[in-house]
Structures are given as structure tokens and as C-alpha cells.
């Protein structure tokens, strides 16, 4: 197998794009493909402040590599969730320390929720009966990487979703014809609300392998294990069987993700405005839907 650019031994072979690349052209493959995207979707300007939620794992610290080496003003943030299963969250708040030292000391703040609010998101779940831990802890990164972006003013909130991630959650809001999750899925949600900042998915073009391929290349160090909480996540499941399409025809996730997104775009979906936040809570002062107290606030009243 030869690069299609110099001849020399591929390291990667992408059939879906009828492309096999050795490592030099495929480590500035990537950030070319991640550089289109944002173009693409006008995730955000060059000049604009970028705030990049980092879990110190492949995706999310391949995309902080990709926006350094493309020379965005940067900053990570890392929510440790106190997961202590075999020290699951110290172990990836250590990787996105090491990448910060091994990149120039770049900026990063650690939010500990355990310190910060008194419980971990597992003690949360526990002590709230019929809540997953999945949407406890979604529901607490969401409140604090929207407070994080505020505070710091960045523009944008970058994750590192991947094809994928896209695909699979694409594939289960349809079966489920989940229609508010069909309308707000995209690579970009817009700001809302001049302190909830737009929330941005640069790696959304990228196959998992990809991204993989990259961190391995580039010699990025990350947490190979995935979160405890997730082995048994619907999304497992519903990629193991995009995987088994995507063997038998190349290209079919990327087929399926951006038609949706043309789909999208040519009014399929019935679109409304979405209705104005109005609202500040009263306790942490960010905006909300609730009168009174907002979802993030009312979550820790209620824990004993």
C-alpha cells in the first residue's frame, strides 16, 4: 500500500476516500480536513478566543494538538468528575497535564467537581434515585464549561465529537424519532444567550480512526480506556453497527451524517425560533428556561 502523495509505505489506508497516505502527509491531512470543517460551517474566526473541552482521551486532545498547530488562541478545560474506578478521572486529569507541558505550558484549568460542589457526579447519581449517572454528568459539564466560556469570554466551546460519535447518536435519535434532539444536532449550535457561547464540533468529518491514527502518529499520550460509566451506552451498540455498514459499503457514515445535515439545511425538519432565555437563576447566575432556580442548581438542592 503507497502514499497517494510520495510513494512511500502508506500507514493508513482511508477507503471511503479512495486515499491511503503515509505518516507525513497524513498528519497534515488531518488538520487540513479539521481546517475545511470549520470553514465549512463557520465554526469560528481566527482571531476568536477558543475554550476546548479536554477529557484526556484521543478525540478531544487531538483536536487541542490541531488548534495549536493551526495557531488559535486556546485554552482547556478538564471537569474531573471524581469517576474513581482504578482512579479513572485523576488518570485523564494526569494525560491533559502532561499534553498542556509537552505543547509550551499552554493554558488549562482543572474544574474538580467534587472539591468545587462537595460530591462527585457518582455520588450525585447515587443519592438522586432514577438518575443515570450519564445524564447527571451531562448535565453538570454543560453548566460548567457554559460558566467556564463566560467567565473567560472565549467564543466558542470546541468538543471533540467525532464522525462516529455523530453518527451513532444520529442513528439513535432516529429510531427513536427523538425530533427536538433531530432539530438541535448539528456541528454548531449558536449562542442563545450572550453568556451561553456557541458550541462547536471540529472533529465531526473525521472517522474515529482517524482521529486515533492522529493522536498515535503525533505521539500523544491518552487515556486508551473509556469512561466506566459508558461500556454498556446505547451509542456502543448503535456504532458496532454502523461499524458492520461501514465495512460492507466504505463511506456509508459519512453518507448518513451529511445527508442528514442537507436534509437539514433544505427544511426536512420543521424549524422554530428557538424561544429567548429570559431568565438568570438566582443562585449560580446563569441563564436559564426555569423560573427560579435553573436544572444545574436544582440538581444539588435537592441531594442530601
Not at 499534553?99 to 462537595?118: C, D, I, K, T
Request: hydrophobic content about 40%; charged content about 25%.
Amino acid at each position: 500500500m503507497r502514499c497517494a502523495k510520495c510513494g512511500a509505505t502508506a500507514v493508513i489506508g482511508m477507503r471511503q476516500h479512495r486515499l491511503n497516505l503515509c505518516a507525513e502527509h497524513f498528519v497534515a491531512w488531518v488538520p487540513d480536513m479539521v481546517a475545511r470543517t470549520i470553514d465549512k460551517y463557520a465554526m469560528f474566526a481566527p482571531n476568536e478566543r477558543i475554550l476546548v473541552a479536554v477529557s484526556g482521551g484521543k478525540d478531544s486532545l487531538a483536536l487541542w494538538d490541531i488548534l495549536i498547530r493551526q495557531g488559535y488562541e486556546t485554552e482547556g478545560v478538564y471537569i474531573n468528575l471524581g469517576i474513581d474506578h482504578e482512579g479513572y478521572s485523576d488518570a485523564s486529569e494526569d494525560k491533559v497535564r502532561a499534553f498542556a507541558e509537552e505543547h509550551g505550558s499552554v493554558p488549562f484549568r482543572v474544574v474538580n467537581v467534587g472539591e468545587v460542589y462537595g460530591k462527585t457526579v457518582p455520588d450525585l447519581a447515587h443519592t438522586r434515585r432514577g438518575k443515570r449517572v450519564c445524564s447527571v454528568c451531562g448535565l453538570v459539564k454543560r453548566h460548567i464549561m457554559n460558566r467556564v466560556a463566560s467567565e473567560g469570554g472565549y467564543a466558542a466551546i470546541a468538543t471533540g465529537h467525532n464522525l462516529d460519535d455523530e453518527a451513532a447518536t444520529l442513528l439513535g435519535n432516529t429510531l427513536h424519532w427523538q425530533s427536538a434532539y433531530l432539530l438541535r444536532q448539528a456541528p454548531v449550535l449558536p449562542e442563545t444567550h450572550p453568556r451561553l457561547a456557541r458550541k462547536v464540533k471540529p472533529l465531526c468529518h473525521l472517522y474515529e480512526r482517524e482521529t486515533a491514527a492522529y493522536a498515535l502518529l503525533r505521539g500523544i499520550d491518552y487515556v486508551e480506556e473509556e469512561c466506566p460509566y459508558a461500556v454498556k451506552a446505547k451509542s456502543i451498540v448503535y456504532k458496532g453497527l454502523l461499524n458492520q455498514l461501514e465495512h460492507r459499503s466504505p463511506g456509508t457514515k459519512l453518507q448518513f451524517y451529511l445527508e442528514y445535515l442537507h436534509a437539514r439545511e433544505d427544511g426536512l425538519f420543521r424549524q422554530e425560533e428557538p424561544a429567548p432565555i429570559e431568565n438568570t437563576c438566582p443562585q449560580c447566575g446563569q441563564p436559564t428556561m426555569a423560573t427560579g432556580l435553573c436544572a444545574f442548581c436544582r440538581l444539588w438542592e435537592k441531594t442530601p
